[in-house]
């Protein structure tokens, strides 16, 4: 199939900034840093698993993120009813994020991705980062600004992962 052709700006996160600012920064330059990851790959490409037992896949990193959008900012912050399911996992298949890709349509899924991150634009818009989430989490009450930093660590952390296996795919390293 296909190549992804998508051509991603990442800005740098401005060195100073106000702290609203600042982790929105940061947040979107993680979401760009995993779309170039995936920029200029094949569907099959996308899907090339690790290393066996792992199911982790660069298009399942994608699945995976619009489902932690999803929930963090629709779900959690604003209180939406999102459903018992995600958008590719159920309570039967928990993971099914990572492991379902081998039929899916990774044009279809950097599409719901997209559009998850420009809901949870949406959500958190002009919140005050005091502002608590309308559901809480385990129990517990949570913030705008727990969130962020939450999502920043999330992204980055799977970049990480974006990272080795972008270069198993084709031996493309870098930021």
């Given at each position: 199939m296909a190549a992804m052709t998508t051509t991603t700006t990442r800005i740098d996160p401005p060195m100073t900034a106000d702290e609203p600012a600042m982790?929105?920064?940061?947040?979107?330059?993680?979401?760009?840093?995993?779309?170039?990851?995936?920029?200029?790959?094949?569907?099959?490409?996308?899907?090339?698993?690790?290393?066996?037992?792992?199911?982790?896949?660069?298009?399942?990193?994608?699945?995976?993120?619009?489902?932690?959008?999803?929930?963090?900012?629709?779900?959690?912050?604003?209180?939406?009813?999102?459903?018992?399911?995600?958008?590719?996992?159920?309570?039967?298949?928990?993971?099914?994020?990572f492991d379902n890709v081998d039929g899916a349509d990774a044009a279809a899924d950097f599409a719901a991705w997209r559009a998850e991150v420009a809901a949870a634009r949406a959500a958190s818009e002009g919140l005050p980062l005091e502002t608590v989430a309308k559901r809480d989490r385990r129990g517990e009450q949570v913030t705008l600004r727990w969130i962020l930093v939450h999502m920043v660590e999330e992204y980055a952390r799977h970049n990480g992962h974006a990272d080795l296996l972008r270069e198993l795919v084709d031996g493309v390293t870098g930021e």
């Open positions: 982790l929105t920064a940061w947040l979107d330059y993680h979401r760009a840093t995993l779309a170039l990851k995936c920029e200029g790959l094949t569907d099959e490409q996308l899907k090339l698993r690790s290393v066996p037992p792992s199911t982790l896949s660069l298009l399942g990193l994608v699945r995976h993120m619009a489902e932690v959008e999803r929930y963090w900012f629709r779900t959690v912050l604003a209180g939406e009813d999102t459903g018992p399911n995600g958008l590719y996992w159920t309570r039967e298949d928990p993971d099914g994020d």
